[in-house]
């Protein structure tokens, strides 16, 4: 058999017929393309579409003839170019209606929030200067007034993610000794959050108690020894135990903390600031937490309070005070923009405008104003496609909140069912994914047809939706 990657079987006069680097970018496209992007990234881009060529016709030199096209490699060109030039980051439309979806970003931002970060970006600021005493200043400054405040905290500090919080909180009170956990709550939270490895990176000591589903206040206190540090309770987040269960609560473990002379630690995970109890939600309150007693608690920016990606640890200013001093704060505290965006989501909660803060919004959205959307929606469309190959439906449904709250309750929707006699639901969802599009649209699938809930669509993306979905539907 020959060696299909043997160049010796390649007559050289078949690469002489390779056009030159000079002779392509002499061509009036390639040359005005040089003038919108640069020399360099166009002639990068050539020569690895040459060097394409050369690999191709050494694999098959029977196929050589069509690769020596000019027109053909320019267009090979200038598609390289568009490639390399594409924002990878891109925004997409969400219409799975779940609201802090991870995978797609977690909570959008507020309008104000938004503002706040290009002023702060663009511009020089008071970042760690103190414009009244005229000298340097920390910039913790910018966010603790109003987490003290909505929180009824004493102290507070802002690190990169929840994650980095908890770290933190461990690495200060507990290196080198001990801290209970009860089984019931050592989780793993998506991309790799575990609670005994964090534990393990901090250098502290696990010490598990209890049982997956029954723990209780007596578990902690025959744990307790010399060497422990912390008690820490972590919001189990993704997951529930229902059924025969049992776990202290946050009452019973401070004043077990304070018989013991230890601080009691939450990982809130979300970290709920606004009562959702209306929307028929049992999520803890960061506050409610902190008026119980606990020493600190730890959550997300970017979950149920709806700001940029940051951790927040709040609570007493003795042990708020400690983890600041820790050095590796500096290796995890928050950016300028990160700050910018915080500070304006958080001015939002003081002002009670709860529906500026956009995952708010979508989470308060009755059932009954997302079903009037979604049938002028529908309406449109069909109005648009003209075609009885397409079947489109309105039926209640369920969003989920995501991030990491409340897993088991969810909010009643009415979701879009759409099927097409064309294409199937994985061909639809397939095309309206596709990186080509202006705004790829994530969906659901469920029983071959696609799934849309307009909870998580902004009513002015409905138009681009509707345009993918007719795309995609013709
Ligand atoms: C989500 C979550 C985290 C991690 O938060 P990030 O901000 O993603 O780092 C930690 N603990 C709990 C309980 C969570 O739900």
Redesign the pocket.
């Known amino acids: 058999m020959k060696n299909p990657a043997d160049s010796k079987q390649v007559p050289a006069s078949l690469y002489r017929q390779i056009p030159s680097v000079d002779e392509l970018l002499g061509r009036p496209r390639l040359a005005e393309l040089a003038r919108q992007t640069g020399r360099t990234l166009l002639l990068e881009t050539t020569r690895n579409v040459l060097e394409e060529i050369r690999t191709a016709i050494q694999r098959k030199p029977e196929a050589a003839e069509d690769a020596f096209e000019p027109g053909k490699i320019e267009e090979q060109i200038a598609a390289g170019v568009r490639r390399a030039l594409e924002p990878s980051l891109r925004a997409v439309i969400n219409a799975t209606g779940v609201v802090l979806h ?1 995978n797609l970003g977690r909570a959008p931002l507020a309008p104000a929030a938004v503002e706040r970060f290009r002023q702060t970006a663009t511009q020089y600021s008071n970042l760690e200067y103190d414009l009244d005493e005229r000298a340097r200043g920390k910039r913790d400054v910018h966010t603790v007034r109003l987490l003290t405040r909505l929180l009824g905290a004493e102290a507070a500090i802002v690190v990169n ?4 919080a ?1 770290f933190l909180v461990l690495n200060t009170l507990a290196k080198g000794a001990e801290v209970i956990v009860s089984r019931g709550e050592l ?1 793993e ?1 998506g991309d790799g ?1 575990r609670i005994p490895e964090i534990m393990a990176e901090s250098g502290a000591t696990l010490r598990e108690v209890g049982t997956t589903n029954r723990t209780r206040a007596a578990d902690y206190e025959k744990a307790i020894n010399e060497r422990t540090r912390l008690l820490l309770r ?2 189990p ?2 997951f529930r135990v229902v059924g025969f269960t049992e776990q202290p609560t946050l009452e019973e473990l401070v004043e077990l903390g304070q018989r013991s002379g230890l601080p009691v630690c939450e ?4 970290g709920c600031l606004a009562d959702l109890a209306p929307q028929g939600f049992e999520e803890p309150l960061a506050e409610a937490s902190l008026s119980a007693g606990a020493a600190l608690v ?1 959550f ?4 149920l309070l709806g700001g940029p ?3 927040i640890i709040a609570g007493k200013r003795e042990y708020v005070e400690r983890v600041r001093r820790n050095p590796m704060f500096r290796a995890l505290r928050v950016d300028k923009l990160t700050i910018a965006a915080l500070e304006a989501t958080l001015n939002a909660y003081l002002r009670g405008a709860l529906d500026e803060i956009p995952a708010l919004r979508m989470i308060r959205i009755s059932a009954d104003e997302i079903g009037r959307r979604a049938r002028a929606f529908v309406e449109k469309l069909r109005s648009e496609l003209a075609t009885g190959e397409v079947t489109l439906e309105i039926r209640e449904g369920w969003s989920v909140i995501g ?2 709250a409340t897993p088991q309750q969810q909010l009643a929707t009415q979701v879009i069912m759409i099927s097409s006699a064309r294409h199937s639901a994985a061909q639809l969802e397939t095309q309206l994914q596709a990186p080509s599009q202006a705004m790829p649209v994530v969906t659901r699938v469920e029983e071959d047809r696609l799934v849309l809930d307009l909870r998580t669509v902004f009513p002015e993306q409905e138009p681009a939706l509707a345009a993918a979905l007719c795309h995609a539907l013709r």
Request: charged letters at 10%; glycine letters at 18%.
């Open positions: 991870t993610n929840c994650a980095a908890v989780i939270i959050f972590v919001h987040s993704n990982d809130l995970g979300s730890t997300s920016g970017d979950k990606q940051a951790g991030g990491g």
